[in-house]
């Protein structure tokens, strides 16, 4: 923790961070080398996990992929195409 303050990415730590390089509920710079970085994602507060358990979903390994969310999902996403659906609408850059 004390790293993260001395490095300025303190808020990484109380906000979460998708895997682009965005801090969840903030406004955020590009980051060199990380083309999805910079976006606002002031609306998305949460993080969603796309595999936080390292499942395979119909034999298809889902990456450990998180996104900032403007909400989390309200049910269990049991198939491939209901996580497909459920970023697309609610966590896509």
Same mark, same amino acid.
């Given at each position: 923790m004390g790293y993260s303050v001395v490095a300025g990415a303190a808020g990484r730590l109380l906000f979460g961070y998708d895997s682009f390089g965005n801090v969840c509920g903030k406004k955020n710079s590009p980051v060199e080398g990380a083309p999805l970085?910079?976006?606002d994602m002031t609306l998305k507060k949460h993080v969603f996990f796309m595999n936080s358990c390292?499942? @395979?979903?119909?034999?298809?390994? /889902?990456?450990?992929?998180? %996104?900032?969310?403007?909400?989390?999902? @309200?049910?269990?996403?049991?198939? /491939?195409?209901?996580?497909? %659906?459920?970023?697309?609408?609610?966590?896509?850059?």
């Open positions: 970085s910079g976006q390292n499942l @395979e979903v119909k034999g298809v390994r /889902l990456d450990r992929t998180a %996104l900032c969310v403007s909400h989390c999902p @309200e049910e269990q996403l049991d198939s /491939l195409e209901e996580v497909q %659906l459920f970023a697309n609408t609610s966590g896509r850059h």
